[in-house]
């Protein structure tokens, strides 16, 4: 873990497993009716049921509790033996996530603006549409496109991008064929409109797919 950010009201931690954006940040202290200082805080994952990101309103001697959780949850996170099956699905969303081009210099602090963010959650509604075509098989996709769909207003840039790299490389492993009407579906809705941080090479992986 590494501390990225230390300043007088705003303190972030950053785990630099390449395997994961797990981060722990306080900010934004306010003061509340009861003259209490209350700190945003925002971590992810939330528990080890969840890898979602949670943002909650703490005091300040709470603080403390909340960074102890977070970083028992990390290392025994970061303990875990992978599986043959989670290292594979590991591989492929590092292969999706290295195509991803990220100029942004805020894409660590920043969520994408409004127009790329209602593209983006277009697009996965038409993601889910094409995955209940078969439900049941798909179950699992769709829950996961659902949970993006819902936190792309709540998401950074580059954790937007490590999501969508994730999705794609369930996609992949459960089905090729599946993976290119995915690909070739992004293509149309998202490089029509000019979103530059999507994959460069859908197309290449579009024809190999055949």
């Keep these: 873990m590494e501390l990225t950010k230390n300043e007088p009201f705003e303190l972030e931690i950053e785990d630099k497993s390449k395997y994961s954006d797990f981060k722990f940040s306080v900010s934004n202290p306010t003061q509340n009716s009861s003259n209490k200082i209350i700190f945003e805080a925002e971590f992810n994952p939330t528990n080890s049921a969840s890898l979602a990101s949670r943002k909650v309103p703490t005091e300040e001697n709470s603080i403390v509790t909340l960074l102890e959780q977070w970083t028992n949850l990390i290392k025994a996170y970061n303990k875990t033996e992978l599986s043959a099956e989670e290292?594979?699905?590991?591989?492929?969303e590092q292969e999706f996530y290295a195509n991803f081009e990220i100029l942004d210099e805020d894409a660590d602090t920043k969520p994408y603006e409004l127009e790329k963010q209602v593209i983006i959650h277009n697009y996965f509604?038409?993601?889910i549409h094409i995955l209940?075509?078969?439900e049941?098989?798909?179950?699992?996709?769709?829950?996961?496109?659902?949970e993006i769909k819902k936190e792309i207003p709540s998401?950074?840039?580059r954790t937007t991008v490590k999501r969508i790299s994730g999705f794609f490389a369930k996609v992949r492993k459960k089905s090729l064929p599946l993976l290119k009407e995915v690909l070739e579906l992004g293509r149309k809705e998202v490089f029509k409109r000019g979103i530059k941080f999507l994959l460069d090479n859908f197309g290449d992986w579009i024809t190999m797919i055949g």
Excluded: F, G
């Design 132 to 134: 209940k075509q078969n």
């Design 136 to 146: 049941e098989e798909n179950a699992d996709l769709i829950k996961e496109a659902e």
């Design 87 to 92: 290292s594979i699905l590991n591989e492929y």
């Design 125 to 127: 509604v038409n993601v």
């Design 155 to 157: 998401m950074t840039k």
